[in-house]
C-alpha cells in the first residue's frame, strides 16, 4: 500500500498521483488539506523523508511569511505546529511506502519507492 498526502490544485502532486495509479499501485489518498495531519503522523512523515521540519516547509507561502517562520529563533517544534496549523505549509505531495517516503518534486522521485 502506498500512500500519497495529495493536494489535487498542485500540478506536482496531481502528476505524481497519475504516476502512481498508472502503476496499479494500491493506493490511499489523503488529502491533508481536507483532513489535516497530526503532530503524531508528520513527526513520523519526518522521520520516514529523513528530514528536519525547516526542509518540509513552503517557504513561499504567506502563512510563513506572516507568521515570521524564517526568523533564526524558530524551534523545529514551532515549525511543526505551524504545519499542523496551516497544513498547506507541508511541501507536497508527500509519497509514503512502507518505512520510506518521498518528496514528489519532481513527480519522477515517486518511483523510488515503487
Do not use: W
Not at 496549523?85 to 520510506?100: A, D, H, N, Q
Amino acid at each position: 500500500m502506498i500512500t500519497i498526502y495529495h493536494n489535487p490544485r498542485c500540478s506536482k502532486s496531481r502528476q505524481t498521483l497519475d504516476i502512481l495509479q498508472s502503476a496499479n499501485v494500491e493506493l490511499n489518498i489523503v488529502l491533508y488539506l481536507e483532513t489535516p495531519i497530526d503532530k503524531p503522523t508528520l513527526s513520523s512523515l519526518l522521520a520516514k523523508l529523513n528530514m528536519a521540519p525547516k526542509e518540509l516547509i513552503r517557504r513561499s507561502e504567506s502563512e510563513f511569511k506572516d507568521n515570521h517562520l524564517g526568523e533564526k529563533d524558530v524551534t523545529e517544534a514551532q515549525l511543526i505546529d505551524a504545519m499542523i496549523k496551516y497544513p498547506k505549509l507541508i511541501e507536497r505531495p508527500i509519497v509514503v511506502s512502507g518505512e520510506r517516503a518521498v518528496i514528489g518534486r519532481p513527480p519522477e522521485n515517486v518511483r523510488e519507492i515503487m
